[in-house]
């Protein structure tokens, strides 16, 4: 089982920058995919990024250019950098892993574990 916890948000004014973090604990392996998504007030919830086991980054193409995702494997710490930020950025973050041996994870009902989410408010 992977307990996934988040921290580090906040609010900022728009044009600012934040960086979330993702810790996970439990029985984590390098072979997971993780992900980053948000909700907004009154959307859906979507994918912001994701880290698949094949190394690659993807990225929402309405986000490409101001995010970055990273993980840090000897911590099992999973990051969010955020630049340039607007209005509409505003939503709480969920970090999301899973197994099962994808290598790349879209929908967000592939994840198996999900955190509590971090507040997220830009104005």
């Known amino acids: 089982h992977v307990q996934l916890v988040e921290s580090g948000g906040g609010s900022v004014q728009a044009g600012g920058s934040l960086r979330i973090s993702c810790q996970a604990s439990?029985?984590?392996?390098?072979?997971?995919?993780f992900g980053w998504f948000r909700q907004g007030p009154g959307k859906e919830r979507e994918g912001v990024a994701r880290l698949g086991t094949d190394g690659i980054t993807r990225y929402a193409d309405s986000l490409k250019g101001r995010v970055t995702i990273s993980k840090d494997n000897a911590k099992n710490t999973l990051d969010l950098e955020m630049n340039s930020l607007k209005y509409e950025d505003t939503a709480m973050y969920y970090c999301?892993?899973?197994?099962?041996?994808?290598?790349?994870?879209?929908?967000?009902?592939?994840?198996?574990?999900w955190g509590q989410g971090t507040q997220d408010t830009v104005s």
């Open positions: 439990g029985r984590v392996y390098n072979n997971y995919v």
């Open positions: 999301a892993a899973t197994g099962f041996g994808y290598t790349d994870c879209v929908s967000e009902y592939q994840y198996a574990y």
